[in-house]
């Protein structure tokens, strides 16, 4: 089993005041063993939230401790413009680009859970991890 890994939970790990830290820490442990997947997108996203908002020294844990085990795919241009169509042509505020760019990357790699408190990605039809 892969899972996907969104920005969302990673963030939510690292901040202990998040109302999803507990549980998406737990998932995280329980994810353990498993392929874990995410995009240089989210890894950017990510790591300039979390520096931001919670500190260097979190940004540092992230990128060297939690994304470790994280298989990173590096967005390639037909990536980046397939995410982009989709983007333009979606009339709601969300997803986000990075958001779509996940979509695609899941659907790329046959990916159909998602670690995340993204509604978006329940909206696109994937599993949210952890669940409700």
């Known amino acids: 089993m892969t ?8 963030y939510g790990v690292l901040d202990d005041v998040d109302p ?5 820490a737990e998932a995280l442990r329980e994810l353990r063993g498993h392929s874990l ?3 240089n ?4 996203e990510s790591a300039t939230l ?3 908002r919670l500190g260097a020294t979190l940004a540092r844990r992230l990128l060297l401790d939690i994304l470790g ?3 990173v795919v590096w967005v390639e241009e037909s990536i980046h413009r397939a995410a982009i169509s989709a983007f333009l042509a979606s009339e709601a505020n969300r997803p986000s680009l990075v958001d779509f760019t996940s979509f695609e990357v899941m659907r790329l790699r046959g ?7 993204d509604r978006d ?3 696109a039809g994937f599993e949210v991890l952890p669940s409700a």
């Open 111 to 117: 990916v159909t859970q998602a670690l995340a408190v």
């Open 20 to 24: 999803n830290h507990a549980k998406l």
């Open 3 to 10: 899972v996907f890994v969104d920005s969302s939970a990673l």
């Open 37 to 39: 997947l995410t995009h």
């Open 50 to 52: 979390v520096r931001r």
């Open 41 to 44: 997108y989210v890894v950017v």
């Open 69 to 71: 085990p994280v298989e």
């Open 121 to 123: 990605f329940a909206d």
